[in-house]
């Protein structure tokens, strides 16, 4: 075998075959996932359960006070709660590949170092849009109906990526940090529990003193309206600007540092 090969760092790649790695790779994540029936499980159950909790438990209790009837006003909320808590596992895969010592095998290869983790975000995206697209599916059953065109849900598509892509790559930042695969999956429970200081599920004037600070500024808010006004034929106003910069920002962190701590720690 030659150097080249051992070290994992070839010379010089054309593109098109970097991308076929990461296709491949992808390919890989998505085939263990769809073998692990309890996972398959949890998102497609899950999005209609806090679907139908949401609207049957507090549809009746909670005044929106926007003149918007529970459904349409918690909606885009549940399908970012969704997406995210799925892409918040994705490093769960990254810590299970170091655990079992597949992350050594796969630098022995000669392909790209980025490319395990990027496969691995790309298979989240395209796991937890559909497990977005159930959510949308549930809500519409219990009475939610969206006033959104073609551009409009094409926008709400690429929102709703774009936040799985960053909380994916964050979340292979946290899988890298710690040294568990239990750890790892800790991280779930951060996201599902930020948009409820947002204005997710309450407006922000509900809110008392330091959670209404929290919820002005946290980036779930600015995404939350910014679907909801895509969804519901209103205006974005300034929230679409701050959820690009959050997710821009976010994914511009985020990528090179994933790339920093899987060299360092990638063996580990």
């Known amino acids: 075998m030659t150097e080249q090969a051992v070290t994992g760092h070839p010379g010089p790649v054309t593109g098109p075959r970097r991308l076929n790695e990461v296709v491949l790779l992808t390919q890989r994540a998505l085939r263990r996932e769809f073998r692990q029936v309890d996972g398959l499980i949890v998102g497609v159950v899950l999005p209609v359960v806090i679907m139908c909790a949401m609207v049957g438990v507090f549809g009746r209790a909670i005044d929106t006070g926007t003149g918007l009837a529970y459904v349409d006003f918690v909606t885009p909320a549940v399908m970012l709660l969704c997406a995210g808590y799925g892409a918040a596992t994705t490093g769960v895969g990254v810590a299970e590949d170091r655990k079992l010592g597949f992350t050594q095998r796969f630098r022995t290869l000669p392909i790209a170092g980025w490319g395990l983790p990027a496969g691995q975000v790309v298979a989240s995206v395209l796991r937890n849009v559909l497990s977005t697209a159930v959510a949308t599916a549930a809500a519409l059953l219990l009475g939610f109906r969206p006033d959104a065109g073609v551009l409009d849900w094409l926008l709400v598509l690429a929102v709703v990526a774009g936040y799985v892509l960053t909380?994916?790559?964050?979340?292979?930042?946290?899988?890298?940090?710690?040294?568990?695969?239990?750890?790892?999956?800790?991280?779930?429970?951060?996201?599902?529990?930020?948009?409820?200081?947002?204005?997710?599920?309450?407006?922000?004037?509900?809110?008392?003193?330091?959670?209404?600070?929290?919820?002005?500024?946290?980036?779930?808010?600015?995404?939350?309206?910014?679907?909801?006004?895509?969804?519901?034929?209103?205006?974005?106003?300034?929230?679409?600007?701050?959820?690009?910069?959050?997710?821009?920002?976010?994914?511009?962190?985020?990528?090179?540092?994933?790339?920093?701590?899987?060299?360092?720690?990638?063996?580990?």
């Open 167 to 268: 909380v994916a790559w964050w979340s292979i930042v946290w899988g890298l940090l710690v040294n568990s695969v239990q750890a790892a999956g800790a991280f779930s429970f951060v996201v599902l529990f930020v948009p409820y200081v947002s204005d997710s599920f309450v407006p922000v004037e509900a809110l008392p003193g330091v959670l209404r600070t929290v919820a002005e500024y946290q980036p779930m808010t600015p995404l939350v309206e910014t679907l909801r006004g895509l969804l519901l034929g209103q205006p974005v106003g300034d929230a679409g600007w701050l959820a690009a910069a959050w997710l821009a920002g976010g994914c511009a962190i985020a990528v090179p540092l994933t790339a920093v701590l899987f060299r360092r720690r990638g063996q580990a």
